[in-house]
């Protein structure tokens, strides 16, 4: 039985390589952004919570089948924009109906993040929101104007560490090749500029994937977007590597997109991952990398 076939769910879902484990449940539809060049993510669909009553059938049905869950994941891309009271509502029939709960994984536009208050965090934290994905793409301003995203990457900072404040742990995604090969140095160093400040307890570096649906496609058609090659997205990952500071946190750059996997505890792992990069890029060693048809978003 695939819970596909018994939940709701909608359209197309996406979800973190770390949620692979998770229950995942759809509370909203779409992403309240949804104006980011590069994401064909949620162009199909627009942002609506779903009705509660709905909600709360998935919940019963999802507790009826497995009820030893102990990691959920609320979808889609910007579950956190429902209003405070639905997620107090849904996260504490979460906590009645599986005993064995011990984290609820969301993501949060930062849009959205940035609305809540340290107290609407704390309150989610006390019902065992332990996880918020926040989209910091890059560091660098002109990639994040060109980039058409909500924000900007300094206020993105104070974002995340509210979040961090609230006792809530977060996962930051960046995003390699984004500032295509003209601003591949700039965007490398101040990303890593930016992680430096936020200090998020995890990384996951993704690497960029252009599809007709999104809109950067037609700049790369026109050339006024230059792709990097593999190659170059492995110099810039380890361009960004190097750049970040020896805080403690978890690197991943092993999502479908990616052409070298990397799972590592930073600082710990960080040698001996720059010299794994600095070998395959030196040796351009194929071998190592992802078959480019094998890539997914
Ligand atoms: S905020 Fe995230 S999900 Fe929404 S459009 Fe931007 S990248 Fe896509």
Do not use: W
């Not at 949804?34 to 609506?48: L, Q, R």
């Not at 104070?158 to 979040?163: I, Y």
């Not at 890593?192 to 950067?216: D, G, H, R, S, W």
Request: proline share 5%; hydrophobic share 40%.
């Amino acid at each position: 039985m695939f819970l596909e076939d018994i939940l709701d769910y909608q359209g197309n879902m996406i979800r973190p390589p770390s949620e692979a484990d998770s229950l995942i449940l759809q509370v909203t539809l779409g992403c309240t952004d949804n104006h980011c060049i590069f994401c064909p993510a949620y162009k199909d669909k627009k942002f609506k919570v779903k009705d509660f009553s709905r909600i709360e059938k998935d919940i019963i049905t999802a507790a009826r089948v497995l009820p030893e869950t102990r990691r959920i994941f609320l979808a889609d891309g910007d579950a956190i924009a429902a209003p405070q009271e639905a997620l107090l509502k849904i996260l504490d029939l979460l906590n009645e109906k599986f005993p064995k709960l011990s984290r609820v994984g969301v993501y949060g536009s930062i849009k959205s993040v940035e609305t809540k208050t340290p107290e609407a965090l704390a309150q989610l934290k006390s019902r065992k929101l332990g996880l918020i994905y926040l989209g910091f793409e890059t560091g660098d301003p002109e990639v994040y104007k060109m980039i058409n995203k909500y924000g900007s990457p300094r206020g993105n900072i104070e974002t995340c560490l509210k979040v961090k404040e609230a006792g809530i742990k977060t996962n930051v995604t960046v995003i390699l090749g984004l500032g295509g090969s003209k601003y591949s140095k700039q965007h490398a160093i101040n990303t890593a500029k930016i992680l430096n400040q936020a200090q998020p307890e995890q990384i996951a570096a993704l690497t960029l994937m252009i599809i007709k649906e999104a809109p950067i496609y037609k700049m790369l058609k026109s050339g006024e977007f230059g792709e990097l090659d593999s190659f170059g997205m492995l110099e810039e990952l380890k361009n960004l590597i190097e750049n970040l500071g020896d805080f403690r946190c978890l690197f991943f750059s092993n999502h479908a997109s990616n052409y070298y996997p990397v799972n590592a505890r930073f600082p710990t792992d960080k040698k001996q991952v720059l010299e794994d990069l600095a070998f395959i890029i030196k040796n351009r060693d194929n071998d190592a990398l992802r078959p480019e048809y094998t890539r997914g978003l």
